[in-house]
């Protein structure tokens, strides 16, 4: 049956992974913004493909509407040259009247079709521009995003070895957390830009926020027993010897943190006269 941990080494878990996160961090920083400028392009230029499909379904349906238009002119033409023919075997004005009315009709066929046809190719000029626009953007997005690209692969070469190992020590580490205290490390270090949950305190302050700790509550700290937050930003706080819990604290680093003790000076009495 595995046995409970205490808070010195729970506290020590949360450091360690905070130490493993933060270097993790450190090389997001190295890339900069270049993974987020080559989803943004990747975006960009799938918006762009998706425009272009549209703007040619458009101009098809456009050249299908023109088309369309010449084919009934061309059907008018035809019924007005059979009933121009037909005019010359009429017997009445009755049968000469409806013959002029068809031709009249299909007149008025012919203009409407002119006049949708003109309407038709002013579309279809706007938007053959449009599309001739949106793909040298297209071009263009895609010789940005090829430079990024590069870019980007040099910068996860020299570190691409470095972060898997990172990763791999964070999984194996987090897999060691309690979930609730795992949930409140990562709560913690999403609300602050430098992803910092646990900190040192450092010369009497928090490693975070560099406000000052009171020094009970560093007393506390260095007992172990309860996890504590700083009162000013949440953070957790740790002591700066959390990372030898449960080993001995190496000479060197005890005899660097003595503090030098200052000489009490006496000052000689002098008697009244």
Known sequence: M??????????KDLYQLQEIDSKLDEIQILKGELPIEVKDLEDDIAGLETRIQRLERQIEDIEDS?????????????????YNKQLDDVKNNREYEALMKEIELQRLEIQLAEKRIREANQQLEARNELLENTKQRLEAKKHDLEIKQKE????????EKEEKKLKRQSEKKRKEIDERLLRSYDKIRAS????LAVVMVERDACGGCHNTIPPQTQLEL???????????????????????????????VAAAEEKPKKKRTTRKRTSKK
């Open 192 to 195: 602050y830009r430098n992803g």
């Open 152 to 159: 980007l692969e040099e910068v996860t070469a020299k570190t």
């Open 2 to 11: 595995a046995t409970e941990k205490t808070i010195a080494e729970k506290l």
């Open 222 to 252: 260095t007992w172990r027993n309860r996890i504590i937050t700083c009162e000013h930003c949440g953070r957790i706080l740790v002591d700066n010897h959390i990372l030898y819990v449960g080993e001995e604290v190496p000479a060197e």
């Open 66 to 82: 023109i088309s369309m238009h010449n084919s009934k002119i061309k059907e008018a033409e035809a019924l007005i040259e059979r």
